[in-house]
């Protein structure tokens, strides 16, 4: 399986002409926030590729209705109510969990940033600790059910001690560390620490989790993902 994996910049390279070839053999878009929801509608219009995103710190187009509309902490891919979706395109993930059976992948999203001026999509430890409460009898579910509680862990901001900043804004959060210890996802992609080098190291693990700062514009490419039957 391979995915374009975005977050906090756009990218010319996808506003390309030869971006529907380039990226022609995507399975779909990841985006851990910070873009504009014009931005994830261009995708899907012109790549004809789905896009799963939260929301990060920035970029709040709408935030108030979609997580007012975020309440079923699970969802089928393609079942989402009217009321789920954004003016633009995209397939809002922040707070849920889904299954995408046709990819046979679980996916959760944990948007937001750490709270530093009670902004909007600002949470502190213990209310980021609550929304992953919340997804926990769905992991347990999929436990059960699938054999594994999750595939892919979407958040904006990375785990603490991973790749995360100095100041408070762009710290990380120690739930998450907590959260892959006990879940083990096989990815955690985050975005909001902004790579200069796009070189950089991005990939560090934890457990039995990959943890991938997906800044702009990140390629991944698994094989094992989804080859389960349902």
């Not at 937001?112 to 009670?118: A, C, D, I, K, V």
């Not at 509680?149 to 120690?174: K, N, Q, W, Y």
Request: hydrophobic share 35%; with cysteine.
């Amino acid at each position: 399986m391979k995915l374009l994996c975005i977050s906090d910049a756009t990218d010319t390279l996808i506003y390309s002409s030869i971006a529907p070839e380039l990226y022609r053999d995507v399975d779909f878009v990841i985006s851990a926030g910070d873009l504009p929801l014009r931005y994830y509608d261009y995708i899907q219009t012109m790549l004809r590729k789905d896009v799963y995103y939260v929301y990060g710190n920035h970029n709040l187009e709408d935030f108030g209705r979609m997580m007012k509309g975020a309440s079923d902490s699970f969802i089928y891919a393609g079942g989402h109510d009217a009321h789920d979706m954004p003016i633009f395109g995209g397939h809002f993930l922040d707070g849920k969990c889904i299954y995408d059976k046709r990819r046979n992948l679980i996916i959760a999203g944990l948007g937001g940033s750490m709270l530093y001026n009670y902004g909007d999509s600002q949470y502190s430890e213990k209310q980021m600790q609550w929304r992953i409460n919340k997804l926990v009898p769905r992991l347990i579910y999929n436990k059960k059910r699938f054999g594994r509680a999750l595939d892919i862990l979407v958040t904006h901001a990375p785990p603490l001690g991973m790749g995360d900043g100095e100041d408070l804004c762009h710290r990380g959060f120690s739930c998450f560390l907590s959260f892959m210890e006990k879940y083990k996802p096989k990815y955690l992609l985050h975005g909001h620490v902004h790579l200069d080098d796009i070189n950089a190291p991005r990939v560090s693990v934890f457990g039995d989790t990959k943890v991938i700062n997906i800044y702009k514009n990140y390629i991944l490419e698994d094989e094992t993902l989804g080859v389960k039957d349902v």
